[in-house]
């Protein structure tokens, strides 16, 4: 079992930056690929970013690619999202995700094996 509890999210202006922290439980972090999904209004929970086990190798969908960067640490089980130049359509709920799927595979929401609660980004133009 792992829980994960995110933290970071708030309301900020067009342009601005954020860095979202999630924090994980237990010893076997460093076993997972982790990500980050977010989820606006009325759609579907959406890919943002992953991470592979080792820290080595990142992934991000087109529409944040150059903007986030995700990254972890594995001596502190924390993973982080850090948001700059947000827009107005940056602004849903931000989740944390702990998977065992291959690093390579993982993309959808369901491949996910753990999640955190949540937290919201709300960028105002």
């Known amino acids: 079992q792992v829980l994960l509890v995110e933290s970071g999210g708030g309301l900020v202006q067009a342009g601005d930056s954020l860095r979202l922290s999630c924090a994980a439980s237990?010893?076997?972090?460093?076993?997972?690929?982790m990500g980050w999904f977010r989820q606006a209004p009325g759609k579907e929970r959406e890919f943002v970013a992953i991470?592979?086990?080792?820290?080595?190798?990142?992934k991000y969908a087109v529409s944040v690619k150059g903007r986030f960067t995700i990254s972890r640490d594995n001596a502190k089980n924390t993973v982080y999202l850090q948001m700059n130049s947000l827009k107005p359509e940056d602004t849903a709920v931000y989740y944390c995700?702990?998977?065992?799927?291959?690093?390579?595979?993982?993309?959808?929401?369901?491949?996910?094996?753990?999640w955190g609660q949540g937290t919201q980004v709300t960028v105002s133009s």
């Open positions: 237990g010893r076997t972090f460093s076993t997972y690929v």
């Open positions: 995700a702990a998977s065992k799927s291959s690093y390579t595979t993982y993309y959808y929401a369901s491949q996910s094996d753990y």
């Open positions: 991470i592979s086990r080792s820290a080595g190798s990142t």
